[in-house]
């Protein structure tokens, strides 16, 4: 444990691995529920070598002890580039190396390759979240000043947070998602009957399509997904990636095998066959309210399979399941006409040269006038009758 910065009543240390503490002191702050805040998820990408000083994701986490009680906790990295967060900051690094300044490294407050709302600070029962707010953003900025690192941003934090961040000064940046919602449809078809008939029709070419060319969808849970099973996925994922992006991906074989495995029946998996042979597949993670579709693969292409094993696939698992919200991940105006509402996301952000810092406020500004009304326009957009 490092830097140890005292706000108030509150102490704040920074861990530069989450194995600094132990599984469950932290699970009783931050909760089980929410999949990518639990120790067994953030320390298993440590251990797996996806999150490390060389991959550009060094931990440098956030405790609060009032003397020796465990107050709140915080995810945080010192990230020496911007790959992997989803909020693209890119132009920012550019106007900071035009001014004969270093944007790198910076402290990034994120779940790592997971562009999925949810909790950022997790204050412990009896705690009061803004009090503990107010600690952690004072020591995140003082040790940012101390080893001058250029500044601070939250990903995609819940709404309530980052307006509590914008009040105590931060910049705030907007900017759009689809999701599913589940209004207590009692099946698929159920549905569908809310959609025009024009649209679905097409939806159901999509999945006859999928019939058609022989394909056959099943969905595995927690520890019905064997090692065979995590070894075909990290294979499809690999595969798809290196199409995508010249690289094998962000995560390691041994995250699946062993960290994204561990998570019991948090994991969802859809495996799609021709035949005996497995040719496709797709993965989620789940909370007890939140589907959340994070990565696919697949070893050749075929028509209409990634809606169906990305999208419909999980729309039957919330409806079977009774999950109110399904979130399939960042971007994709495809998903509009397949029902899923153009949803707002945000992330706040702290700068610590006065001049940039006005330079972002103002981007910032005109930026999400622009995503209301994109928000607006998509919206006419969806499919409902």
């Known amino acids: ?17 989450l194995g600094q503490i132990p599984a469950k002191s932290w699970n009783d702050v931050a909760g089980i529920d929410y999949p990518f805040l639990r120790h067994e998820f953030l320390h298993g990408l440590e251990q797996t070598e996806c999150t490390t000083a060389e991959t550009g994701w060094q931990p440098c986490h956030l405790l609060l002890r009032q003397g020796d009680t ?17 909020v693209f900051d890119w132009s920012w690094a550019d106007a900071w190396q035009q001014s004969g300044l270093d944007y790198y490294p910076k402290l990034v407050t994120a779940i790592p390759f997971t562009p999925a709302t949810g909790p950022r600070l997790c204050p412990a029962q009896g705690f009061d979240e803004t009090n503990c707010l107010t600690a952690a953003s004072h020591a995140i900025q003082e040790l940012a000043r101390r080893r001058q690192i250029s500044s601070w941003h939250i990903l995609f934090p819940e709404k309530a947070i980052s307006n509590m961040l914008v009040e105590g000064g931060m910049h705030r940046r907007s900017a759009t998602q689809f999701h599913w919602f589940n209004d207590d449809y009692a099946s698929f078809n159920d549905y569908l009957a809310t959609f ?3 649209k679905r029709k097409s939806l159901n070419r999509e999945r006859r399509r999928v019939r058609e060319q022989g394909l056959v969808l099943k969905t595995l849970e927690g520890n019905d997904i064997g090692e065979q099973e995590w070894e075909q996925f990290y294979h499809f994922y690999q595969l798809t990636y290196a199409k995508r992006s010249g690289h094998g991906g962000y995560l390691s074989r041994d995250f699946f095998l062993s960290t994204a495995a561990g998570m019991g029946k948090q994991v969802v998996m859809v495996l799609t066959y021709l035949g005996t042979q497995p040719v496709a597949g797709a993965l989620y993670f789940r909370s007890s309210t939140t589907l959340y579709g994070r990565y696919w693969g697949c070893e050749r292409e075929f028509d209409c399979l990634h809606f169906e094993a990305c999208y419909y696939q999980g729309i039957e698992y919330c409806i079977a399941n009774n999950i109110s919200r399904f979130d399939p991940g960042a971007q994709g105006e495809h998903k509009i006409q397949r029902g899923f509402r153009p949803t707002t996301t945000w992330s706040n952000h702290w700068i610590a040269d006065p001049r940039l810092s006005a330079s972002v406020g103002d981007f910032t500004r005109r930026e999400e006038k622009h995503n209301e009304q994109y928000g607006e326009a998509a919206s006419r957009l969806l499919p409902f009758k």
Do not use: I
């Not at 490092?2 to 691995?17: D, M, Y």
């Not at 107050?71 to 010192?78: E, F, R, T």
């Open 1 to 17: 444990m490092t830097n140890n910065v005292k706000s108030g009543e509150l102490t704040a240390e920074f861990l530069t691995s």
């Open 70 to 86: 465990l107050a709140a906790v915080m995810p945080l990295y010192l990230k020496s580039h911007s790959y992997g967060e989803y």
């Open 196 to 198: 025009t008939s024009r």
